[in-house]
């Protein structure tokens, strides 16, 4: 108890508490994720049959067979017999156990004979092959359904995601987000950095107006000015005698609502930069535009990648945005709009919707962990810094 107390006293509760806490945000959010990749790549009646927690241990399930016909029974003294396996062509496993009623298909152990009731036994074995004798010929033209328990071990394929990217359509709705989120990501960031260079160190008429206005912009709602601007685009298709639908008109919303955040972020850490470092820069004789460039623009990279951050995912995962600006047409549709009809036309198939979730998933879980280590330095620079 002495050591603990030494060690909580050394380490600081205050920031033990936290650290824990991260770690259970962590563990939570990673294991959702983690069962969609497991339930991705297994076979789709394991998935029905068994939890992904379970996926590394042998599943067991209820499945039906059917014996011979009778037709293929032969004599073997004063009984018939019939021969075969349980198992249909290309399926396997384990029997564990058997039954003749759907209601029991646990009522026989494997490797006994089972009685049947008039003169008719059935030996199963765990391979499937079983053995089926009665005292007088079979009656019927077809053979005698049982019911099996059957163990099979652990099964991955790719196979998931091969039909979901040449199938479904979500390569091309793949491609389609990438068109559409890396423009929508870098447009604004250009702009917004030039925007706030200026808010942070020129002056100029205004300039606490336009800070007010950016301000008050980051919390209009976003479905309030979508049908606005989509009639504004649609005056300037008529114009110009094009359809509004375009990858520019969608790029160019994802720059308007995403601007003032962008504008906000990197303006505070701007304005937090060294003072010196400008004005040394400036007596130097270097431009606005060279001190932006080669000095601000260096300096200001880890508030760049946080916002590139939010703003990536922020359009990787927008629906309502890609569908009112680009359309739902199979060869428009980005993946999460993809996703959406998936869930209507596959809803039941769980190994189709993993796959197509993961796939959608995967960037932005590439781009986080990727720059994440800025992602927390710039926030911090920019809400403790100000100018």
Known sequence: MASLSLRLKRVGLPRLIVHLS???????WLIPTLGILVTSIRDKGQITTSGWWTAFSSSTQTSAGRLGDPSSARQEGANYVITGSVFEKGQGGTVSAFGVRVQEPAAFPVDKPADLGEGETLTVKPDGSYVYSKNAPFEGSRGK?????VSTPPQFSLQNYETVLKGEGIGQAFINSLTVTIPATIIPILIAAFAAYALSWMSFPGRALIIAMVVGLIVVPLQMSLIPLLRLYNEVGNFLGTSSKTYAGIWLAHTAFGMPLAIYLLRNYIAGLPKEIIESARVDGASDFEIFLKIVLPLSFPALASFAIFQFLWVWNDLLVAIVFLGTG????VLTGALNALLGSRGGNWEILTASAFVTILV?????????RYLVRGLLAGSVKGG
Do not use: C, E, N, S
């Open 145 to 149: 359904r049982i019911y099996l328990t």
């Open 22 to 28: 991260v770690l259970v945000i962590v563990i939570l």
């Open 364 to 372: 932005p879980l590439a781009v986080f962990f990727g720059l994440q």
């Open 330 to 333: 199979r060869d428009q549709l």
